[in-house]
């Protein structure tokens, strides 16, 4: 019976491929897809605790300077304020969050590297065309960070090779790449890398089709164990500690 069941899937498999609906239903898959995210993002969230966390779920209208409440949170429960942290952001743009964030840590051995492509997105994201979003690598004053220029998937490999990320200290990991391409790529790319404890930043996270998706493939894919530590609007941005 068991061998039968498998010859009845395999020729209904190799017809309907024969048949090649994707030709003319190939409309559907997108909004299908968003269909499906959406699904699995409302059970994710359904799933995550509320207790002694930020969480302002739910609200009616965001307030992206939310943001910085949800950092000071992480800096204060998380006491990092005075911690060697390695500080990794991926999407800098203008750089608000990263100023943020080495104005907040003091610690002389912190390390902040900033990586984007400054010549906008690489390819369509939402309403946002490729080449939106672009802007001038930040001029700063100090000693303890650095910008890297380029696709991430041109830049990170190079970045691992020349820079001891296996130090013993925190990292902080702050996605705000948009793209699932590129929030993937990162977030693969720096899994050997990652320990308890590290943390990981959103800041577009409940785009059912981007930040979200790429993360339930990555922590699925890579067995990973995390858990939620602070969300604003609407689970837009959140931080979620590696276990």
């Not at 650095?146 to 990320?165: A, C, M, V």
């Amino acid at each position: 019976m068991k061998q039968l069941l498998i010859n009845v899937n395999s020729f209904l498999k190799g017809f309907v491929l024969f048949l090649r609906p994707g030709v003319v239903f190939g409309f559907l898959i997108k909004p299908l897809q968003l269909v499906l995210n959406t699904l699995k993002l409302s059970k994710w969230i359904s799933h995550q605790s509320k207790k002694e966390i930020l969480n302002d779920f739910y609200v009616a209208v965001r307030d992206y300077n939310k943001r910085y409440k949800l950092y000071e949170h992480i800096i204060g429960t998380e006491k990092l304020a005075d911690e060697a942290i390695d500080y990794l952001e991926f999407g800098v743009s203008g750089a608000y969050s990263f100023k943020w964030w080495i104005n907040a840590n003091k610690n002389n051995d912190s390390r902040f590297f900033g990586f984007d492509t400054f010549e906008g997105l690489p390819e369509n994201w939402g309403t946002y065309k490729k080449g939106e979003m672009h802007a001038a690598i930040p001029a700063m004053d100090g000693t303890r960070h650095e910008f890297i220029k380029g696709l991430f998937q041109q830049s990170l490999y190079p970045f691992i090779d020349t820079h001891n990320l296996n130090n013993g200290k925190r990292k902080i990991i702050h996605l705000d790449a948009d793209l699932y391409t590129s929030t993937l790529f990162v977030l693969t790319t720096l899994a050997r890398h990652l320990k308890r404890d590290d943390i990981l930043l959103f800041d577009e996270f409940n785009v059912p089709n981007h930040e979200f998706f790429a993360f339930k493939c990555f922590t699925e894919s890579y067995y990973i164990k995390y858990k939620l530590i602070g969300a604003v609007n609407n689970y837009y941005q959140v931080a979620i500690k590696i276990m």
